[in-house]
């Protein structure tokens, strides 16, 4: 080829470059300003999302806890009034009851019962903020996404536009030489670099960028709008049509992780366990990888009594957060049921451990441990509670035939719940593990109602296991011996699983070193209030040990 023939090749090839330079460089800024469109959204979402949560909480939180408390209490001062014989009162209260419905709508339809009083708060804040928190919400997360990908594309078309200037350079370096092979080799060098960025940038370009905000379900609704309901519908636990409204976002978008997460949890609520775990699965799958999925997925697991993968998943969800406690006692749980009791012990022991630490490190540090902390010891002992009713009823969930050795089962996590139960107490009020061993002897408790003469004074008692819907007045008898003077005790009542801080006693012990005691679960002070229906359970703590624990029925009312 003569010097002429390779100066016009070479200008043919500097035109095509530098064109192609120019189309990507076009999309570079198309591509940035899509970037910068999606940093917008993202920050106007985040506002927009904050200010309707702090507005919808300060908005439920003033209809509840003053509109609807001013009610109950108004409501109450009169059947107290009516119930002695004050029908004047009763009316002048019941009419500033009744003036409080105008001042909230929480106590308007749907969300009030005039029957009965009671208002659906979950349904009032599902409709007030939850929903609508949650589609911004998504919305700010999928706006990020796409900011990303843009941001992505802007940047490697920068690489590109790069890459062909090189190849230009080569180009017209090649125009300077004499020599033939020195020619063809920048030649050919600034070609191949001109191909591959023009190569790479068509791959980029074909490259989609998903929106989950265009997202649109089959009755012409989005995605996340559909996903929004459903996390409504969950906080009402009206979990059937919680589902239905995921299944509509996932119809849409079947990698929709967090929708396959929310799914999950309503599942499980559902006692779906297979389709919860399968949700979690997918979940992961469409690239969520955090702990807390993890966590989930072995809880389903374990629920269907694969213990084998509910160990494994949980060690997997360990190795990110190797100090998430309520991750570390399912693990211990998991390894219980499998039967490998000195694993499972060692878990707990772990977990304890590190409960204890976190507590020291808060005092240390003159701040409160975190309220998951408590939580977690709760949480950790419930789940071992449920394990051993699941095994003492024979049917249940993990099922009781999958649990290898169910009596050194029990055993053991009765020892556990006793271990995980004395910590928590200990930790709250001495910031430190229990000392040393319980060296007092309280008598499995007794619950009766109550019987008194005419003077109001107690003549016996009718002791039972379930009480009818009505009772005002429980006793906790219990025989005591080893006890000492001044020695911490705490007194706790659960009521379905949930404690009731209100019956809670803690204080130093006075009733001598051996004898018989009673502690009231009373409303006898008032001729209004009644123990409300449900499983209760009393426990009693001596220096911070759990010494003794029972539990009793109040039934429901017809």
């Known amino acids: 080829m003569s010097d002429d023939q390779f100066k016009k090749l070479i200008a043919v090839l500097i035109a095509g470059v530098a ?25 106007r979402y985040s506002m927009q999302a904050m200010g309707r949560q702090v507005g919808g909480e300060a908005r439920a939180n003033y209809d509840y806890d003053r509109a609807y408390q001013a009610y109950y209490e108004f409501d109450l001062l009169a059947e107290s009034a009516a119930n002695v014989g004050d029908e004047a009162a009763a009316r002048r209260y019941e009419s500033l009851r009744d003036r409080m419905k105008s001042l909230s709508p929480l106590l308007a339809a749907p969300y009030f019962d005039p ?40 940047n490697t078309y920068i690489i590109h536009v ?21 020619r063809w080799i920048f030649t050919g060098t600034g070609t191949l670099v001109a191909l591959v960025g023009v190569g790479w940038a068509a791959l980029l370009f074909a490259q989609p960028v998903p929106d989950l905000r265009d997202c649109k379900t089959a009755d012409g609704a989005y ?67 955090t702990a807390n999925v993890a966590g989930e997925l072995a809880w ?3 629920l269907q009594g694969r213990f084998d993968d509910a160990v494994n998943m949980n060690r997997t969800a360990l190795k990110a957060v190797p100090d998430e406690l309520w991750i570390r006692f399912d693990l211990g749980l998991s390894l219980l049921a499998s039967g490998q009791i000195d694993g499972a012990k060692s878990e707990y022991a772990d977990g304890m451990k590190m409960a204890a630490q976190q507590v020291a490190d808060a005092k240390a540090a003159g701040a409160e441990p975190p309220s998951y902390l408590w939580w977690s010891l709760d949480d950790g002992a419930i789940s071992l509670e ?21 009596d050194a089962v029990k055993e053991a996590a009765t020892e556990v719940i006793g271990q995980l139960k004395s910590l928590a107490v200990a930790l709250e009020y001495s910031g430190k593990p229990p000392a040393g061993e319980l060296a007092a002897t309280i008598s499995p408790f007794a619950f009766a109602e109550p019987v008194s003469d005419d003077q109001g004074n107690v003549v016996d008692y009718n002791q039972a296991e379930s009480f009818a819907y009505g009772i005002d007045d429980v006793s906790v008898l219990f025989d005591y011996s080893g006890m000492q003077d001044g020695q911490d005790v705490v007194f706790k009542v659960y009521v ?8 809670r006693i803690a204080e130093p012990w006075s009733l001598g070193a051996s004898g018989s005691a009673e502690k009231p679960i009373s409303f006898a002070y008032s001729n209004v209030h009644v123990l409300r229906p449900g499983e209760y359970a009393v426990e009693m703590y001596v220096a911070s040990h ?13």
């Open 162 to 182: 790069t890459l062909l200037a090189v190849a230009l350079f080569l180009y017209g370096l090649s125009a300077t030489l004499s020599g033939r092979i020195a």
């Open 115 to 154: 029957a009965s009083g009671e208002v659906n708060i979950a349904r009032y804040e599902a409709d007030t903020y939850v929903v609508e928190t949650t589609a911004l919400t998504e919305r700010f997360l999928a706006a990020s996404k796409v900011k990303d990908a843009w941001d992505y594309k802007s």
């Open 223 to 289: 995605a996340i709008d559909a996903f929004a309901q459903g996390v409504g519908l969950a906080y009402q636990n009206q979990h059937d049509q919680a589902v239905a409204s995921f299944d509509k976002a996932l119809a849409c978008a079947p990698d929709y992780s967090n929708a396959h997460v929310e799914r999950g949890n309503s599942n499980m609520a559902l006692g779906k366990y297979a389709a919860a775990a399968s949700d979690f699965e997918k979940a992961q799958a469409s690239g969520d990888q």
């Open 19 to 43: 064109t192609l330079i120019a189309v990507i460089a076009f999309l570079q800024s198309d591509a940035s300003a899509r970037d910068d469109r999606a940093n917008r959204d993202t920050k």
């Open 546 to 558: 759990l010494a003794q624990r029972g539990k009793f029925v109040v039934e429901p009312g017809s």
């Open 386 to 406: 449920d394990l051993v009713g699941t095994l003492e009823a024979g049917t249940g969930n993990p099922p009781p035939q999958s649990v290898a050795n169910p």
């Open 496 to 503: 379905d699983d949930q404690e009731d801080p209100s019956w």
């Open 300 to 302: 389903a697991y374990y």
